[in-house]
């Protein structure tokens, strides 16, 4: 069965600071992959999505980037934090074909202070 | 464009009774697929049910089933037997065919179960 991991669960950063976030998937091959930001109380806003390895797409403009350096690994990276970045962050993937659901992984708490 | 329209900010039903929460959508694809999400407190999203446009019957899993009137572009989800694990945050979601990898989200709607 399939599998995502997603780590870590929880993170507190300075201003400034860089940021690296990992998903990996496991037990399937070529999935869609996605970062999704959730502000407390608000619903999903899509940041980066990526249909294949060295595939990146942004929804929107910001100082955050993403890679997917191997097919089932998507990395969500910042060079330098700001206060805005703070949230909760959620990886997922999809089959790559058809109309499939979504499948997230548990999601990073991260802090900006 | 998808819209997805969730009416309800917040629900509450005792527990044991079934629930209804509101789903509209709005696309002009004729081909598409509709999905609802569960949200606890603890933050992970679980997907629950899904309806393809072209399914003719409703979809269910478990105490899950949708409520899907094509005409009307509504997909409600009900809920039957609330217990007190189902309190949580749920989202409706659409995804069209052809070449999309992103489904559209609605804002959600809180469900509270009391005992």
């Known amino acids: 069965s399939q599998t995502i991991h997603q780590w870590p669960a929880t993170l507190v950063q300075p201003v400034g600071s860089p940021l690296s976030l990992e998903c990996t998937v496991e037990g399937t091959s070529n999935p869609n992959l996605y970062w999704y930001r959730q502000a407390a109380g608000r619903g999903l806003q899509l940041l980066f999505y990526s249909v294949g390895i060295g595939q990146i797409s942004s929804e929107v403009p910001q100082n955050l980037s993403a890679s997917r350096p191997q097919d089932r690994q998507f990395i969500l990276s910042s060079k330098k934090l700001l206060l805005s970045d703070s949230g909760f962050y959620l990886c997922?993937?999809?089959?790559?074909?058809?109309?499939?659901?979504?499948?997230f992984g548990d999601g990073t708490r991260l802090s900006i202070l | 464009a998808q819209k997805i329209t969730q009416t309800q900010p917040g629900m509450f039903v005792q527990e044991k009774e079934a629930v209804t929460l509101d789903c509209t959508y709005d696309?002009?694809?004729?081909?598409?697929?509709l999905f609802w999400y569960k949200q606890p407190s603890s933050g992970e999203m679980i997907f629950l049910i899904y309806?393809?446009?072209?399914?003719?019957q409703n979809a269910t899993e478990g105490r899950y089933s949708l409520n899907f009137q094509k005409a009307r572009k509504s997909a409600n989800l009900v809920i039957s037997a609330s217990q007190l694990g189902d309190s949580a945050m749920y989202f409706c979601?659409?995804?069209?065919?052809?070449?999309?990898?992103?489904?559209?989200f609605g804002r959600g709607t809180s469900l509270i179960v009391h005992p």
């Open positions: 979601a659409c995804l069209r065919s052809g070449g999309s990898y992103i489904p559209t």
């Open positions: 696309t002009s694809d004729q081909s598409y697929g």
């Open positions: 997922a993937w999809s089959e790559g074909r058809g109309r499939q659901p979504q499948h």
């Open positions: 309806q393809g446009s072209y399914d003719e």
